[in-house]
């Protein structure tokens, strides 16, 4: 079973386009996160949510929102996508926001042409 | 602000060639410090979590030692299968609890 799953894993689209991306943890986890790994596989934190509360915004456009319809979902939705938001987008998960380990899902690779 | 700074950027062993990697960092209150592994394609691994200073963890062929400034993750008689990307990352003491990753070493086992 996959503890942190997003989809899709690939997504190509153009710029102007709105696009989501979907994450679900099946841990039981409080504490869900966004993560973006640019090209030189810098992996910088977006966003956290501890039981569905914003805990973390980190100099993030608004056109990117994250929505968490309970603990085990979040999801990402990105607006008038640019061209350097291509990156890779990992969902994670941990146990409290307090030092727990986080565990990461599998990637979601973003494409803007 | 917390900083993570791993060396060096790659490496490349034979196999059977011990090395240790390493992950200088600064941080106001260390709660935890992580390793993780990341193969190409994937997510971040877990491997171990370090919170005092002259705390190690080991697994299989890899070690993890701490002191208050580093840390250095011990690569024993490494293999093939062991290539892969190695994060640090430090959990401060800050009240926002944000994750800072290093930019990683990318090892390279030959046969």
């Known amino acids: 079973d996959t503890a942190v799953s997003q989809t899709p894993k690939y997504l190509v689209t153009q710029m102007g386009n709105d696009k989501s991306i979907k994450c679900e943890q099946n841990?039981?986890?409080?504490?869900m996160y966004w993560y973006k790994q640019d090209s030189k596989k810098f992996l910088k934190i977006m966003f956290s949510y501890n039981n569905k509360e914003l805990i973390i915004n980190e100099t993030v456009p608004n056109r990117f929102s994250p929505k968490s319809p309970d603990k085990a979902h979040l999801n990402l939705h990105i607006n008038s996508l640019e061209l350097g938001d291509s990156a890779v987008y990992f969902c994670?998960?941990?146990?409290?926001?307090?030092?727990?380990?986080?565990?990461f899902g599998e990637g979601s690779w973003l494409t803007v042409v | 602000e917390d900083q993570v700074t791993q060396s060096p950027e790659a490496l490349r062993l034979q196999e059977g060639e011990s090395s240790s990697l390493n992950c200088s960092y600064t941080?106001?209150?260390?709660?935890?410090l992580f390793w993780y592994r990341q193969d190409p394609g994937k997510g971040p691994e877990f491997l171990f979590t370090?919170?005092?200073a002259g705390e190690e963890k080991e697994k299989e062929r890899l070690k993890a030692t701490l002191t208050k400034k580093e840390s250095f993750l011990h690569i024993t008689a490494p293999k093939p299968e062991d290539s892969a990307t190695y994060l640090c990352?430090?959990?401060?003491?800050?009240?926002?609890?944000?994750?800072?990753f290093g930019k990683g070493t990318l090892l390279t086992v030959n046969p």
């Open positions: 990352a430090v959990l401060g003491g800050g009240s926002n609890y944000k994750l800072t």
């Open positions: 994670a998960s941990s146990q409290t926001v307090a030092g727990n380990t986080i565990y």
């Open positions: 370090l919170y005092s």
């Open positions: 841990l039981g986890h409080d504490t």
């Open positions: 941080v106001s209150g260390l709660r935890g």
